[in-house]
């Protein structure tokens, strides 16, 4: 059963999750808990109570509800790691309008489809990152409100969406609170709707696993608008806790390890490049970063040898977190022994997470066999957004997501990451659907076919790299060029491939498919 575009969970299920106490009637807009004199946002020199906070959020939704913003109703939001995201974050979900995660990196090609796709009412985005202009890319915009924080030119500024505080009708928490991207496997990106009360279940219980509170610093380093960092506990689960949060535009030492050392920030978390960027860097740097006590990893594989030094290195206790903007989340224990932390990538958040690791007929694998996660749970989706054919692939009758991903379970219940079954790139975490970038490459003129495979690298884990048969008579595009043609396509740079290399023929599976699996060989 969808409700325009949504798969909600099944009434027992649902009877289950309120009946153990993980979904309540609390709303993402009401995830403020901090005294309202403590400090709950610092962003350069800005420095934000929890009562600053709080007013400009009511502030900011009375003036998006003055323009005509609604429950019920979408918005993309495309802003780097600033206030703005963070002030407009909390109006629309306490406007019940529901945000539309952008990543900053996101060009025209993906903007326009996730306008287009939720039906988006405004799209709100910062002036520039760059050389790039977003105002440009709004003008190409199917959405009747373009709001802009920074530099407006002929659109509303973020500055002027302000207005005394009005009662407006509450969400529901069973309403879609937020929408996230997938890093997803097909030609388009697929959104999922996470629902208040799921979401706020996702980011509450792991504030406790990671024991936060009032002490906790917390600073951001890897886009506020993922998963990870806005709810992993990330930014939720500290406002939900009373500690304070500290953006960084990024995690390159220069910026983050001052800002550790200025804010005596406690945790932290990160993708793998990142943490080997910082084991690099502690060697050299003279920042104090004696107050970081957890530095949480995760996005993509972190090697055991690697984990192994973080705690003696960073001078801090290490989390590995293997999870998905899909739902479940797989954490290592602050009191797990250090093998575990090291070896594995977690295990499951809640005691409701149900999950299976199957062979490929769908048969249970035996213990500690490798075969596919599947997985169901109080904050796990049962649906993408309208998006049906592709649903009827991606979850089992019985609403188990299929994640794609290969693991071995450990008798702790502990996962190890094995591999991936999903037509997808992770390099260094950011995500990369092999069928959306060749679907691109199949564009250009000169490229009769094209057949995208991830190539082991010692930092990101993987690089891109596009196989390329051309067309007869037509000369192969240099790396440059093509990067060239995907730009002015309007994508996303970290999907641009890293290497390319022509062929005249794939190699295929029996049944006739390209194998991925012959063709990265040939690499080696
Ligand atoms: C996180 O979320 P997404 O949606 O960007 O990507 C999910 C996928 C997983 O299905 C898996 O393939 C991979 O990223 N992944 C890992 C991993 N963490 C994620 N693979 C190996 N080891 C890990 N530790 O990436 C995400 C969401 C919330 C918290 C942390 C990461």
């Known amino acids: 059963m969808t409700v325009d575009g949504f798969t909600p969970w099944p009434a027992d299920l649902e009877a289950r999750y309120k009946a153990e106490g993980h979904w309540t009637d609390r709303l993402l807009g009401d995830v403020l808990h901090g005294d309202p004199d403590a400090l709950a946002l610092v962003v350069g020199d800005d420095r934000l109570t929890y009562a600053d906070l709080d007013s400009r959020a009511a502030r900011t939704a009375a003036g998006l509800l003055a323009l005509g913003l609604r429950r019920g109703d979408r918005a993309v939001v495309q802003l780097p790691n600033t206030a703005g995201f963070v002030v407009v974050f909390l109006a629309l979900v306490r406007l019940g309008a529901a945000p539309v995660l952008a990543l900053p990196a996101h060009r025209e090609s993906e903007i326009r489809y996730l306008c287009e796709l939720s039906e988006a009412r405004a799209y709100i985005c910062a002036d520039r990152d760059g050389d790039f202009d977003y105002r440009a890319l709004a003008r190409t915009?199917?959405?009747?409100?373009?709001?802009?924080?920074?530099?407006?030119?002929?659109?509303?500024?973020?500055?002027?969406?302000?207005?005394?505080?009005?009662?407006?009708?509450?969400?529901?928490?069973?309403?879609?609170?937020?929408?996230?991207?997938?890093?997803?496997?097909?030609?388009?990106?697929?959104?999922?709707?996470?629902t208040h009360r799921?979401?706020?279940?996702?980011?509450?219980?792991?504030?406790?696993?990671?024991?936060?509170?009032?002490?906790?610093?917390?600073?951001?380093?890897?886009?506020?608008?993922?998963?990870?960092a806005l709810a992993c506990p990330g930014i939720l689960g500290v406002f939900a806790t009373g500690g304070t949060v500290v953006l960084s535009p990024s995690g390159a030492p220069d910026e983050a390890f001052p800002l550790i050392e200025r804010e005596r920030a406690t945790?932290?978390?990160v993708v793998p490049p990142?943490?080997?960027?910082?084991?690099?860097?502690?060697?050299w740097s003279d920042e104090d970063l004696s107050s970081?006590?957890?530095?949480?990893?995760?996005?993509?594989?972190l090697a055991a040898e690697r984990a192994a030094e973080i705690p003696a290195a960073l001078g801090c206790r290490l989390q590995q977190v293997f999870g998905m903007a899909e739902g479940l989340l797989n954490y290592t224990r602050l009191d797990d022994p250090q093998d575990l932390v090291e070896r594995t990538q977690g295990r499951p958040l809640s005691p409701s997470d149900e999950v299976r690791v199957v062979d490929e007929d769908g048969e249970q694998v035996a213990p500690g066999e490798v075969g596919e996660l599947l997985t169901r749970g109080p904050y796990t989706l049962r649906g993408y957004y309208r998006?049906?054919?592709?649903?009827?692939?991606?979850?089992?009758?019985d609403g188990f997501y299929r994640t794609g991903d290969l693991v071995r379970e450990l008798p702790s219940g502990h996962l190890i990451v094995e591999g991936r079954e999903k037509d997808q790139i992770n390099r260094g975490g950011d995500k990369i659907s092999a069928e959306e970038l060749e679907n691109h490459l199949l564009a250009h003129p000169a490229i009769h076919d094209a057949a995208v495979v991830g190539v082991p690298d010692p930092?990101?884990?993987?690089?891109?790299?596009?196989?390329?048969?051309?067309?007869?008579g037509e000369k192969a595009p240099g790396l440059r060029e093509t990067k060239d043609?995907?730009?002015?396509?309007?994508?996303?740079?970290?999907?641009?491939?890293?290497?390319?290399?022509?062929?005249?023929?794939?190699?295929?599976?029996?049944?006739?498919?390209?194998?991925?699996?012959?063709l990265t060989a040939r690499l080696r």
Not at 274 to 283: E, N, P, R
Request: proline fraction near 8%.
């Open 198 to 228: 799921d979401y706020v279940y996702n980011l509450a219980a792991s504030a406790e696993l990671c024991g936060l509170g009032r002490d906790t610093v917390y600073l951001v380093v890897l886009p506020a608008a993922h998963n990870f």
């Open 459 to 472: 930092v990101m884990g993987e690089r891109t790299c596009a196989f390329l048969i051309i067309r007869e």
């Open 485 to 518: 043609f995907l730009r002015t396509r309007g994508l996303a740079a970290y999907k641009f491939p890293d290497r390319l290399e022509t062929t005249t023929e794939f190699p295929r599976t029996p049944v006739g498919k390209i194998s991925k699996k012959l």
């Open 387 to 397: 998006a049906p054919e592709h649903n009827a692939r991606s979850f089992t009758p």
């Open 292 to 301: 970081l006590e957890l530095l949480q990893v995760g996005g993509a594989k």
């Open 267 to 269: 945790v932290c978390a």
């Open 274 to 283: 990142i943490a080997l960027l910082w084991l690099d860097a502690v060697t």
């Open 141 to 194: 915009l199917p959405v009747e409100h373009v709001i802009v924080e920074g530099e407006a030119e002929e659109f509303t500024p973020l500055a002027s969406v302000d207005a005394d505080p009005v009662a407006a009708p509450a969400p529901d928490p069973s309403d879609v609170g937020v929408f996230l991207l997938s890093g997803g496997t097909t030609g388009l990106p697929k959104l999922i709707p996470r």
